[in-house]
């Protein structure tokens, strides 16, 4: 498992891994200047990035995605560690199309997985997708040194469910939105 500093959240950087979310949002340029609507699709699905942290990497399209997941890893894990949920002080997490560990989200301790999770940022027409495609990942996962007891979670944008949604969960399943239009009016 790779940890380093990026990836691995914790009280002493979380909020600095944040501002920089935020820093490099802000360094994107928010005008789109296309004479017509095919032309604005193509440059969204097409045309890649010239600034943000997936610069020249992705289309804007897909940096959206990207950085609205990481948004909602990063402000989800502050909320756990300002919480009493879970009695943990670091996360191992995985931004953007990361893929060197199994999920999104873990908690290592004495080589035990003690928590997995799967985050996503999606349009309420898709959640129900999403959701499913995500508590499959987590209830089949075959990370190493996992148990019974290995705390699943779910890190989602509160917008994609109604304010009255109740999740259905098994045992040591936990589903956490974060309200990343609170959030990000904060900055």
Known sequence: MNLNRENTLDN??????????????NEMSSCVSVKSPYQLLK?????????????????LFE???????DLIISYGIKDLLDGNDFDFDKYIVEFGNDNKNP??????????????????????????????????????????NISNDTIKILLYNSDAVSDNYEPISKENEYHIKVDLDEKMSEK
């Not at 035990?112 to 959701?131: D, P, Q």
């Open 12 to 25: 002493e950087n979380i909020n600095d891994v944040i501002d920089e979310h935020i820093k490099l949002l």
């Open 43 to 59: 440059k969204l699905k097409r045309e890649k990035i010239k600034e943000g942290r997936y610069k020249d990497k992705c289309s």
């Open 63 to 69: 940096a959206a995605n990207r950085i609205m997941t």
């Open 103 to 144: 999920h999104d989200i873990m908690v290592e301790k004495d080589g035990k997985i003690l928590l997995i999770g799967e985050a996503f940022n999606v349009a309420k027409s898709f959640f129900k997708v999403k959701k499913n495609k995500s508590l499959r990942k987590l209830r089949e996962s075959t990370a190493e």
